[in-house]
């Protein structure tokens, strides 16, 4: 595999091929779309811990959710809910905490609270200004591909049924370089940048499989890849399960995704997730580590 200078979390250096990171997802939402949110810190800081003990190596937390047909969420109460779980997890845990986060002020209330990395999943097309801010701060930034569509939302949550690329992954290594481009020019190091295809996002079931197949093509953006793959509806219109029957499905794409290429996992099963991943170290990294 590709090999990368090491990205700094704060005191973390994420030193990549040495492993595969496993990204623990932190919903601090009411309306996740896997059911799995927290609305107060004692219970953010809970799971938190339990993550790390199963095996997380980074805690991503969010406050708005970005599932399709989501409502929106103002500014300040994004805020409100980020900043005091990242306040308590940075004082209370040594792993890398990320703020997924779009906004740039919500991201710099973040960064000052604890975060050493920002997930914007609009990969800094919605608010350029972020770049600035993690410029900064010096922390890590997550650009993922996203697309606006018309979602339709049914029994097995939100998915894109009519969503038109020329080929998705052109379509998808194009958009991000674009962003890579936007970050480095905001003086963001090249060695603090990660690319996520984005998944799930604007993008029918069929594409988001093309982009599993492809994965490795990714590899050409020349920074360390984030595939977020967990419960997502894709495996649900495929398999014909709910999100809380995804654990298998999600296991086979994240053993894919790392077989690609992925040099971060972002999951919600934390512990099963954490143990594929060693696994598939084992095989395609040569990687084998003990209990």
Same mark, same amino acid.
């Not at 086979?252 to 919600?268: C, D, K, M, N, S």
């Given at each position: 595999m590709t090999t990368f200078a090491p990205t700094r979390c704060g005191d973390t250096l994420l030193r990549w091929g040495t492993k595969t990171y496993v990204m623990g997802i932190l919903n601090v939402t009411p309306d996740s779309f896997s059911g799995d949110g927290v609305m107060d810190? +004692? *219970?953010?800081?809970?799971?938190? /811990?339990?993550?790390?003990?199963?095996?997380?190596?980074?805690?991503?937390?969010?406050?708005?959710?970005?599932?399709?047909? +989501? *409502?929106?969420?103002?500014?300040? /109460?994004?805020r409100a809910r980020v900043v005091p779980v990242i306040r308590a997890l940075a004082s209370r845990l040594a792993v890398p905490i990320s703020v997924d986060t779009s906004r740039a002020s919500v991201a710099e209330a973040a960064l000052v609270a604890g975060a050493t990395m920002v997930n914007d999943v609009w990969a800094l097309h919605r608010d350029p200004a972020l770049a600035g801010v993690v410029a900064r701060s010096r922390a890590a930034l997550v650009l993922m591909h996203n697309r606006a569509a018309t979602a339709t939302v049914d029994a097995l949550g939100g998915h894109y049924d009519d969503v038109q690329y020329a080929d998705v992954v052109a379509d998808v290594i194009a958009w991000l370089r674009k962003s890579i481009a936007m970050a480095t020019m905001a003086g963001i190091p090249r060695a603090q940048l990660i690319a996520d295809p984005g998944i799930g996002f604007g993008k029918t079931v069929a594409q988001n499989l093309e982009l599993m197949r492809r994965l490795p093509e990714l590899r050409a953006l020349g920074v360390p890849l984030l595939a977020g793959t967990s419960r997502k509806s894709f495996i649900g219109l495929t398999l014909n399960l709910p999100v809380e029957e995804r654990v298998e499905g999600t296991a086979?794409?994240?053993?894919?995704?790392?077989?690609?290429?992925?040099?971060?996992?972002?999951?919600?099963d934390v512990r099963a997730m954490a143990r594929v991943a060693r696994m598939t170290d084992a095989i395609v990294r040569g990687l084998r580590t003990e209990d």
């Open positions: 810190v +004692a *219970a953010a800081i809970a799971r938190a /811990e339990q993550f790390v003990r199963d095996g997380a190596d980074i805690l991503d937390v969010g406050g708005e959710s970005t599932r399709p047909g +989501a *409502a929106f969420v103002p500014e300040e /109460e994004e086979a794409t994240v053993a894919l995704a790392i077989a690609g290429g992925a040099e971060i996992v972002r999951v919600h």
